[in-house]
């Protein structure tokens, strides 16, 4: 029989239905997980319907910087993959990318395996990881090719968190960076300068300052830039393509866009803590809660980032989603640098940056979607399948009533997390349903996703 005539598994009708080349009323046909068809209206019938009249229809949003259950200063962050995952469904997100966790002495598949071990079956949302190489002392740079060709192609170093064992020296940065970029995948890299987050952070021990505040005062803007423009110089010499994750501050910014000038192939991404919240929380007396690395910033670093983004010059916003619940935040109530840092996101990200940037028009729909779904999507390599309205992609859609208005409250949110950075905040829109390979994960208040789960997403290559 022509594919064309069979039954639909679901339709959803009527929607404002956004795309690439604008916001469509066009009904969506889904059948085995997939977009089947895209027409003004459908004649078919399916064996369900959800009507979305009035209502906006994204595809479903790609977080691209998780960290679910990873080790951080003798905890673990408090979402682990099943709670992080149903988070994602309750803010639209259909897929995660989260991060391998190299243990000392563990090859990179062996830290491969472990995470995939913790993901699957528990992970309700669909999931990539970044393979993060550390200093072991060595780094592990003749597994690249193979794992690149098996479907794993985005890479995370850090160039900070000596310490923890997690940093990796420039010259090894070097090294990692030709391997992956000759093999065709992309590193992602968290850029803080180490001599200068180290010396600083000692002398503020030294000297009593333990504060939330100095958290901040050791990780200032200067670092953040200092290792952009080494790692973009490397990038050049090399000519490979690099990616920066949660771009903080105007200094780091203007650093960037600098060395994309001189020639530099960067990808820049951004969070939502960057973009609505400044230092100033980190004076009140639990200002401990949001030490997140690296830290939060002054008004002048939230404008260049708003600007940067109306102007098309940031890739990605994702949310670095590391969540901490208070009891585990109170262990750095009088020393900053023993607070595990991090902050929760993943359900918060668009209803904020539909609230905070579309609604109060700092950049437009179709802009959310490059910078929520199919800009990660390229990025991570998960593009056409996932990203976009598209027929032939996954049928993950967010549906978003624009009519609805409501406050974030922690208790509402559905992480492990007993506290929100961003309390309070009002919200123009809600979410009504989360869909996922053509399943409703969410409806409502309702999870109904109890029996699906998230697989594994091997990377192609970019396009
Ligand atoms: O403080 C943060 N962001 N914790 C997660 C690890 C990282 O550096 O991204
Ligand atoms: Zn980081
Ligand atoms: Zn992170």
Redesign the pocket.
């Known amino acids: 029989m022509d594919e064309s005539n069979q039954q639909l598994d679901l339709i959803i009708r009527s929607g404002h239905v956004v795309t690439e080349t604008g916001v469509h009323r066009t009904d969506i046909g889904v059948r085995d997980g997939k977009i089947a068809k895209l027409e003004p209206v459908l004649p078919d019938q399916a064996a369900r319907t959800i009507d979305a009249l009035g209502q906006l229809v994204f595809p479903g949003f790609i977080d691209a ?1 998780t960290h679910m259950g990873i080790p951080i200063m003798n905890t673990h962050s408090a979402d682990d993959f099943a709670s992080g995952s149903i988070a994602a469904a309750f803010g639209g997100v259909t897929t995660i990318v989260d991060f391998t966790v190299q243990e000392q002495g563990q090859s990179l598949r062996e830290s491969i395996e472990v995470r995939v071990g913790k993901a699957n079956g528990n992970c309700h949302v669909d999931y990539a990881l970044h393979v993060n190489i550390t200093n072991q002392p060595e780094v592990r740079v003749g597994e690249i090719p193979e794992l690149i060709s098996e479907g794993f192609r985005n890479f995370k170093v ?1 160039s900070t968190y000596r310490q923890a064992g997690m940093m990796v020296t420039w010259d090894q940065f070097r090294q990692v960076l030709g391997a992956v970029d000759q093999n065709g995948g992309l590193i992602f890299l ?1 850029a ?1 300068d180490n001599d200068i987050v180290e010396g600083r952070t000692e002398t503020n021990i030294k000297a009593g300052r333990f504060g939330a505040k100095y958290h901040g005062h050791s990780r200032p803007p200067e670092a953040e830039a200092t290792a952009i423009k080494r790692a973009s110089e490397i990038a050049r010499d090399l000519d490979a393509e690099l990616y920066i ?2 771009l903080s501050s105007r200094h780091g910014l203007k650093t960037a866009l600098g060395a994309r000038e001189r020639g530099t192939r960067l990808h820049l991404e951004t969070c939502p803590q960057y973009l609505l919240l400044i230092d100033d929380v980190l004076r009140k007396e639990n200002g401990h809660n949001w030490i997140t ?2 830290p939060l910033r002054a008004q002048e670093d939230v404008d260049a980032l708003w600007e940067a983004l109306a102007e098309g010059l940031i890739d990605v916003v994702a949310t ?1 989603h590391c969540p901490f619940t208070v009891r585990q935040k109170s262990v750095g109530s009088e020393a900053f640098h023993l607070t595990p840092n991090g902050l929760p996101g993943v359900e918060t990200l668009l209803p904020l940056l539909y609230t905070y940037g579309v609604n109060k028009q700092r950049i437009a729909l179709q802009q959310l979607v490059n910078l929520l779904a199919k800009n990660p999507a390229r990025l991570c390599g998960l593009y056409p399948r996932k990203g976009e309205i598209r027929i032939g992609a996954d049928a993950d859609f967010a549906i978003w009533n624009p009519n609805e208005t409501y406050s974030i409250r922690s208790e509402n949110l559905h992480g492990t997390a007993d506290w929100s950075p961003y309390e309070g905040m009002a919200i123009d829109g809600k979410l009504e349903y989360t869909i996922l390979r053509g399943q409703v994960l969410v409806k409502g208040e309702e999870f109904l996703g109890k029996n699906v789960f998230g697989t594994l997403l091997l990377s192609e290559e970019r396009n």
């Open positions: 910087h850090f968290h803080e994750v949660h690395t690296p670095d």
